[in-house]
């Protein structure tokens, strides 16, 4: 009911109205971008949300960052080196960079952000991504040293990572509320946040890189409806949505104003399983549901297209391996799984969905439909973003749920996640994890993916998750936008370099 209410007032009123209501006026040096849900909080240590790091990727910086290749490259440390084991990291940073507030950049900052995420008593659900660090030392002003207690093979793109933003440490001392009023070094620094509406940010003018950015601004405004998105986009109203619909996209390809940047995205999309619960403890209705999703057709219909996968990473990636063969859509096969399965297969089953992705809504329709066909029951529940990350994911409060794992940079930052025992699927492989462990400790690119491809071929074998594959991301953008980028891993926007074409 709330979503067709919006739908026939912007019928009404047209969306420029709507967007007056309560909002500020067009300002033309700033990008105005239609998200598809509210961040859960705007403190990049205190959540693994997507929505929250594609925001604060603009108003915090990291020591490194990847490049638009995705290469690991210099950011506040200017330069590093590392001893012969790899486990004494030295770091330089740069000096002259001031956070938004007025204080300068140094060492002491570092030291208090790190303390900060690795403090129990914080509980960062990124503590774990930061590896076996046991000391974080200011040298001098401008040098950094991190001990690690083993060699730790993903340290770099940890720390490249948006969970690895510098905070100031007067702020983090003072136990400042960066949830609420983020402060940074960024290219753009915060002004306000709306609840359910907006979030503006301004240029930080005194932003250490040369020429950047070129924009006045950046205001998220907070879409969840699709159809809001794509007619604000056709009538200037957006320079940039962030989600286009399938039966949308030649909509936006043959609009005289707008554009598609089409990629293979670094999702993984998948239908999680509750192994705690019966009955997806058992590994037969697991490999069950498998063969009854048609992953293509999830995919196409659900997705726009994509790319089919048999377990835990995107199929981009160069530790990837195709186990798609393994469980392939075969519902007389899932029939004869749940018949000989030792569990009770009689009971509801509850699927999740966080509800401002529509994408994800329709996936989790199809999925309804597929596992009925084989004799499931199974009902659909619909649940706010900030519900999902809080029940499903932070409790594990559920039976199965739809959802895209972003990418990383490093296969430890996904497949690290499993080995916890607080991972929400519930599901743990004494092998698998010493695999996974093993690859943390190696620096050798070839021994790490033999080791990897193992630890895949295990989840493949056990599915936790439905593993239907990667999707095409589709982002719709107004044809003066130029040098838009958004991180193919990390899945979040990189305005400093954006500018508007005169016309």
């Known amino acids: 009911m709330k979503r067709l209410l919006l739908i026939l007032l912007i019928t009404t009123v047209g ?21 598809s849900g509210n961040p859960d909080t705007l403190d990049p240590q205190a959540t693994p949300g ?13 020591l490194v960052e990847p490049d638009v290749d995705g290469e690991i490259v210099p950011a506040l440390a200017a330069s590093w080196e590392a001893d012969d084991d790899a486990t004494v990291w030295t770091f330089h940073l740069r000096e002259g960079v001031r956070f938004h507030h007025g204080a300068d950049l140094s060492a002491d900052d570092v030291v208090a952000t790190f303390e900060r995420m690795l403090d ?10 930061l590896g076996p660090i046991e000391n974080i030392q200011a040298i001098d002003d401008h040098t950094v040293r991190i001990t690690l207690g083993e060699p730790y093979a993903p340290l770099l793109a ?13 702020l983090v001392e003072e136990e400042h509320d960066f949830g609420a009023v983020p402060v940074g070094t960024g290219p753009f620094r915060f002004r306000e946040w709306v609840q359910d509406s907006r979030i503006v940010l301004d240029r930080h003018d005194g932003y250490w890189m040369d020429g950047a950015p070129q924009i006045g601004g950046v205001v998220f405004f907070i879409i969840e409806e699709p159809s809001v998105q794509l007619q604000g986009l056709l009538t200037g109203d957006f320079d ?3 989600t286009v619909q399938p039966e949308s996209l030649d909509r936006v390809r043959e609009h005289p104003e707008t554009r598609l940047d089409e990629t293979l995205s670094s999702l993984a999309m998948v239908l999680s399983m509750n192994t705690r619960r019966e009955p997806l403890d058992s590994v037969d209705v697991r490999r069950a549901i498998t063969h009854a999703v048609n992953k293509e057709q999830v995919l196409d219909i659900a997705y726009g297209g994509g790319e089919v996968g048999g377990t835990f990473m995107d199929t981009g990636d160069v530790y990837h391996r195709d186990f798609s063969d393994r469980y392939p859509y075969d519902p007389d096969a899932a029939r004869e799984l749940l018949a000989g399965a030792d569990a009770d297969v009689g009971r509801t089953l509850t699927i999740a969905v966080p509800q401002n992705y529509e994408a994800h809504v329709n996936a989790g329709q ?13 009902e659909l529940k619909l649940v706010e973003w900030s519900t999902w990350l809080s029940d499903v994911y932070g409790d594990g409060d559920f039976d199965l749920t739809v959802i895209g794992h972003t990418g990383k940079l490093d296969p430890e930052g996904r497949l690290g996640d499993l080995t916890s025992e607080r991972f929400y699927t519930g599901w743990q492989n004494a092998e698998f994890n010493e695999l996974v462990r093993a690859a943390r400790r190696t620096a050798d690119v070839e021994e790490r993916q033999e080791l990897y491809a193992e630890a895949l071929e295990i989840l493949a074998e056990e599915v936790p998750m439905v593993f239907t594959g990667t999707n095409y991301r589709y982002i719709g953008l107004r044809r003066h936008v130029r040098d838009f980028h958004m991180d193919g891993k990390l899945d979040t926007y990189d305005f400093r370099r954006v500018h508007f074409l005169n016309e």
């Not at 940890?158 to 007067?170: T, Y």
């Open 15 to 35: 969306i420029s109205q709507l967007l007056a209501f309560g909002q500020s006026e067009r300002d033309d040096e700033s990008l105005r971008l239609a998200m």
């Open 50 to 62: 997507t929505l929250t790091f594609q925001v604060t990727r603009s108003i915090y910086d990291t």
């Open 120 to 129: 129990e008593e914080f509980a960062s659900p990124n503590a774990d991504e």
């Open 158 to 170: 940890s720390l490249a990572s948006s969970w690895s933003a510098i905070l100031p440490a007067d």
């Open 240 to 242: 940039v949505i962030d």
């Open 366 to 378: 199809l999925y309804q439909q597929m596992l009925e066909d084989v004799g499931l029951d199974v």
